[in-house]
């Protein structure tokens, strides 16, 4: 099952960039938005998770379901993502 | 049983990691994180041997050398410290499972937190604009409106940092004079973007689903104040993380009280950075400090042997 994530970050954001090292770690490519250039993506970023800290994790399965990540939350993603 | 736990790994933790490595000491370095408030700065200038880095940077710079010695930080929180006869138990969990380990001596390099207004609203809108970290945060309210609280060094750098940012900023600051150093606070007064509110205590954060303004007192007036900001930074100074532990003997503001040899109260317990009494908290003095208390360990150690 492929699932696709996306990262909102900002380019100042230690977690965010955390985040970025643990998916290369782990060979996972991601999609990744800087809500500090882009105030649509933060609107958008905002509605998904209810709040304005960063980073905020998108994974989204092939059937268009969104579990949403908020800060670095390196056990809820290793069991998303299926990393021991 | 480990010879040695260290507990943090900032500044202070893993500059005592590095020196207990080399001297072959068998050791364990546990953390929440790599880089604690180092992490989280903005510009550093004032680091030896770096004339310019910051927080990310910096911090990074402490994981490569930590991995260049081989030295693993085990992620986790230390919940509690029990002495036994000749040795501690460090209770803690990591990753949601419990741990227990036992050790000769502890260092605690626990450094420290920001410290909260303590005001109605503050809980409720934490990341719902309001925020402990400019940095982080900060440019998340592009064009906004934007208040910093307080006005000492870290505040003065926030609004600065603010002012590239928002579209207007305010500093609330509790006193009639702004605390921090003059070069930031000629920068300060300074900038156009910039409005100081002086004699300000802030009583409320107040809002909808996301912050929409501050309520404050006016100390020299007694009348209670409003501003509509989309957006609020507190940097009101830190507290020690020094909590989870009873046995050592702390100071007025829950600082560890150490001597010239990071020593506690009690023999075995190490501190060192600013968790501890040290009047002056950096990052330069923290890495000092965390290569004392590493050798007086070693020495410690050493005489336990004889």
């Known amino acids: 099952m492929t699932k696709s994530i996306t990262i909102y970050s900002t380019p100042t954001c230690v977690y965010c960039r955390a985040a970025k090292d643990f998916f290369k770690e782990h060979n996972i490519t991601y999609t990744e938005y800087n809500v500090a250039a882009d105030s649509e993506r ?6 998904k998770s209810g709040q304005m800290g960063v980073p905020v994790i998108v994974i989204t399965d092939e059937d268009g379901k969104e579990e949403v990540v908020i800060g670095f939350n390196k056990p809820k993603l290793e069991e998303l993502l299926s990393i021991a | 049983m480990f010879d040695l736990i260290i507990i943090g790994a900032s500044a202070a933790g893993v500059s005592a990691a590095m020196y207990a490595k080399r001297r072959n000491i068998h050791f ?6 790599i880089g604690g408030e180092v992490a989280t700065s903005g510009e550093i200038e004032n680091y030896l ?12 710079k402490f994981k490569e050398q930590l991995k260049y010695h081989g030295i693993e930080v085990k992620e986790g929180n230390v919940e509690i410290i029990e002495q036994r006869d000749n040795f501690f138990i460090i209770q803690g969990k990591q990753n949601g499972s419990s741990l227990e380990l036992e050790t000769k001596v ?21 990341n719902k604009g309001l925020s402990y970290c400019t940095v982080c945060d900060g440019p998340l309210f592009k064009d906004k409106i934007v208040a910093t609280i307080g006005g000492g060094n870290s505040g003065l750098e926030s609004v600065l940092m603010l002012a590239q940012i ?42 909808d689903t ?66 501890t009494d040290i009047p002056y908290k950096q990052i330069s003095i923290a890495a000092g400090q965390g290569a004392c208390a590493a050798l007086a360990v070693v020495d410690y150690l050493n005489k336990l042997r004889v």
């Not at chain 2, 260092?107 to 109605?120: D, K, M, Q, Y």
């Open chain 1, 42 to 47: 933060v609107k958008e970023m905002v509605e």
């Open chain 2, 28 to 33: 364990l370095i546990i953390s929440e994180n």
């Open chain 2, 49 to 60: 041997g770096f004339t310019h880095t910051d927080g990310i940077e910096l911090s990074g």
């Open chain 2, 106 to 126: 502890v260092l605690i390099a626990t450094g420290v937190h920001p410290r909260e207004l303590s005001v109605t609203g503050e809980k409720e809108f934490r």
């Open chain 2, 166 to 207: 928002a579209s207007q900023c305010y500093l609330i600051q509790l006193g009639e004079r702004l605390k921090g150093d003059e070069v930031l606070i000629e920068k300060v007064k300074n900038s156009p973007k910039i409005q100081i509110i002086y004699n300000a205590r802030t009583k409320e954060i107040f809002g």
């Open chain 2, 210 to 275: 996301f912050v929409r303004g501050i309520r404050y007192e006016d100390t020299k007036s007694g009348g209670i104040k409003e501003i509509r900001v989309d957006g609020i930074f507190v940097h009101i100074g830190m507290v020690p993380n020094s909590s989870f532990i009873d046995l050592v003997e702390k100071n007025e503001f829950k600082e560890i009280k150490v001597n010239s040899l990071c020593q506690t109260s009690v023999p075995g317990i190490f501190a060192a950075g600013d968790v």
